[in-house]
């Protein structure tokens, strides 16, 4: 079993700072790229940024500047640091993984999610 747990939401005033983080536990062989991706009531889930277990991130142009994704590999974590928020940021926030179980299987894992409000 392999499992995503997420902490770190919650609620902030616009121009303020939160982070997110998110561990990976379980019969983990191997993880490739780890990232965040959100969905605001209404809308479809997107990616909000995404890094390799290398050097490599990307993120989606409306918070590029103001978010930073960060990994710990030797923790199986990443991390979202959200700065300079805005009330349209407000939405649940999902990890997300694409590792390799311990069987070999690959596949796309997802947190529970967690409730960022930004308030004007």
């Known amino acids: 079993q392999v499992q995503l747990v997420e902490s770190g939401g919650g609620l902030a005033q616009a121009g303020g700072s939160l982070r997110l983080s998110c561990a990976a536990s379980g019969s983990i062989f191997s993880i490739n790229a780890m990232g965040w991706y959100r969905q605001a009531p209404g809308k479809q889930r997107e990616l909000v940024a995404r890094a390799s277990s290398g050097s490599w991130a990307n993120y989606v142009d409306s918070v590029r500047g103001r978010f930073t994704i960060s990994r710990d590999n030797a923790k199986n974590t990443v991390y979202l640091q959200m700065n300079s928020l805005k009330p349209e940021d407000t939405a649940v926030y999902y990890c997300?993984?694409?590792?390799?179980?311990?069987?070999?299987?690959?596949?796309?894992?997802w947190g529970q999610g967690t409730q960022v409000t930004v308030s004007s």
């Open positions: 997300n993984a694409q590792i390799q179980a311990t069987d070999g299987s690959w596949r796309d894992y």
